[in-house]
């Protein structure tokens, strides 16, 4: 198992949908996490941390920390066609500095 | 501007040759990161530095070192460059914020 799983996708969503991306992570003790969004051919970039459990908005985006559940979701409301990249999750462990990354998950938004 | 730095950008190797990738940080940030991504398996962490003079191992340090020279730098080198360690590699840093490098695409021929 992974220490950090996301589904590969693409999702594909249409302009001003909704846009759901998911991530599970193994370690029970995980204390950060982090929504990072990549285009292609660039590096990443921090889009939303998030370190307890509930939501957490930031204009269009939410992120959603469940621990005893060991997920994190990221939501995009009303989803651009500029949204479409690939999105990564990240978790670092308790106690750790080792930040660890899903594969990513690829979003493609329709016009 | 305030960033992380890393060169070259590009790189061609001949199998069995070494080079050294550099990565400079001017925000200064205590923890340094190397990973590398290859098409459909993420980021892989390799080494990373927590703090000036220490240095760890990540998911996949086989055939590769580390320097942490002092607070500003974190070079990963290659001491017998094989065809598996073509990829894009990334450094970042972590402070305040957490900012990666513009990466350096490798290709081991």
């Known amino acids: 198992q992974k220490e950090v799983e996301q589904n590969s996708g693409p999702l594909s969503v249409p302009e001003g949908a909704i846009a759901s991306l998911n991530c599970t992570y193994s370690?029970?003790?995980?204390?950060?996490f982090f929504w990072y969004r990549q285009y292609s051919g660039k590096s990443p970039e921090l889009i939303m941390s998030i370190y307890s459990n509930g939501d957490k908005e930031d204009g269009r985006f939410t992120a959603q920390l469940n621990k005893a559940s060991q997920y994190v979701s990221l939501l995009i409301r009303d989803s651009q066609p500029s949204d479409s990249a690939t999105y990564l999750c990240?978790?670092?462990?308790?106690?750790?500095?080792?930040?660890?990354f899903g594969t990513g998950t690829r979003l493609k938004v329709l016009a | 501007n305030a960033g992380v730095t890393q060169t070259p950008k590009f790189q061609v190797l001949k199998t069995g040759q070494s080079m050294t990738l550099q990565c400079a940080q001017d925000m200064n940030h205590n923890s340094m990161y190397w990973y590398r991504q290859d098409p459909g398996m993420g980021l892989r962490l390799i080494y990373y530095?927590?703090?000036?003079?220490?240095?760890d191992k990540g998911e996949v340090p086989n055939g590769y070192n580390v320097s942490r020279l002092n607070k500003r730098e974190f070079s990963l080198r290659l001491e017998s460059a094989a065809p598996s360690q073509t990829s894009v590699y990334f450094c970042a840093s972590i402070g305040a914020s957490y900012t990666f490098g513009s990466g350096t695409r490798l290709t081991v021929v």
């Open positions: 530095s927590a703090s000036e003079g220490t240095t």
């Open positions: 990240a978790v670092n462990g308790q106690g750790t500095y080792k930040y660890i």
């Open positions: 370690d029970r003790g995980s204390q950060s």
